[in-house]
């Protein structure tokens, strides 16, 4: 019985967190193929230790820990990937799929230039809305961590943006 109690409390929390945790993931890696696997990864890693994060105060938080570092690591080998074949072949240029708006083009290629936890600081903070705590909790790091990467990655995207389009990121998350 305690089994079908797990799984029943898991398949709920699969079903109300597994969107979220896919688009943390495309945010932090770019990559739209990628996201559904991390996410799905992520929560084998969840139901794998489910019996101890079923009582935990926050198993999103943990979650979205986890999808953060697995796309850390999935950003990683990438880059070691690209060093290794650009020693060999001359890289084609870069297309996107479909039609898309200028503007989130270029939010999409500032967000990539920064180090990752600026960006994950960022995405976390104003894309998914989360307080500072409940960034610090997902990346494992100091509230006051948070506080500043979160602020130099808004600087840099206002470097790479401009004021007025860094400006309407923050004004959009306080519009929502």
């Not at 489910?50 to 990683?76: C, E, F, K, Q, T």
Request: proline share 2%; hydrophobic share 45%; aromatic share 6%.
């Amino acid at each position: 019985m305690l089994l079908d109690d797990a799984s029943a409390e898991f398949n709920d929390f699969f079903e109300r967190h597994y969107a979220e945790l896919s688009r943390l993931a495309y945010l932090l890696t770019g990559e739209s193929d990628a996201a559904d696997d991390l996410a799905a990864d992520a929560l084998v890693a969840l139901w794998q230790r489910w019996d101890r994060l079923r009582s935990a105060d926050h198993p999103v938080a943990y979650a979205r820990g986890v999808v953060a570092n697995m796309a850390r690591a999935r950003i990683r080998s990438a880059v070691r990937e690209r060093r290794r074949i650009t020693l060999f072949w001359t890289r084609a240029p870069e297309r996107t799929d479909g039609p898309d708006v200028a503007a989130v083009l270029d939010v999409r290629a500032a967000l990539a230039r920064l180090p990752f936890r600026k960006r994950a600081c960022v995405v976390l903070r104003h894309a998914f809305d989360l307080s500072e705590k409940e960034t610090a909790v997902a990346l494992g790091i100091s509230v006051g961590t948070v506080k500043s990467q979160t602020s130099k990655g808004m600087a840099e995207l206002e470097g790479a943006l401009g004021a007025r389009a860094a400006g309407e990121l923050v004004a959009g998350r306080r519009n929502r």
